[in-house]
């Protein structure tokens, strides 16, 4: 994987969760979540171009046996129109059971879902980042 920031997105419909990764691709942490609608676009090309972004990771909300369903039909639609507020690569990928890993993560240290709605859409942009991040590492080894 070449260097470089890379941007994770957790498509919601009330916020985006967003992480990005350091330059050399080793770790991925949270960025805060935006609100998800127009404005989301612009906020994400202003990340990208903050970060020097090379790429943007996009979360795919599959079912659990793999096939698509309205979630991904959303974030599907949300990529297309930021594709036209950036030049970077996006990428999808499988993001089923994310925001679970994320929730455990926050609950181990002491915080709630009450608490924490919105760190858990970053939270779990940084899981699907750091999958990324991992695997790449690993097959580079």
Known sequence: ?????????DVGTVRIGVA?????????????AVAAGEQSFSTIALLVEEYE?????????????????AS???ARD???????????????IDERLTTVQAQRGLHAAGRNIKNSRS???SASAVVLL???????????Q
């Open 72 to 74: 991904a039909d959303m």
């Open 130 to 140: 750091q999958s990324v991040l991992d695997a790449a590492s690993s097959k580079s």
């Open 53 to 69: 972004a090379v790429e943007v990771i996009v979360g795919l909300p599959l079912n659990m046996d793999g096939t698509e369903g």
């Open 20 to 32: 990005r990764s350091d330059f050399h691709g080793i770790l991925a942490v949270p960025l805060d």
């Open 119 to 121: 760190a858990i859409d």
């Open 78 to 92: 949300w990529v297309n129109t930021l594709s036209d507020h950036i030049t970077i690569p996006i990428q999808f």
């Open 1 to 9: 994987m070449p260097k470089g920031v890379r941007l994770a997105c």
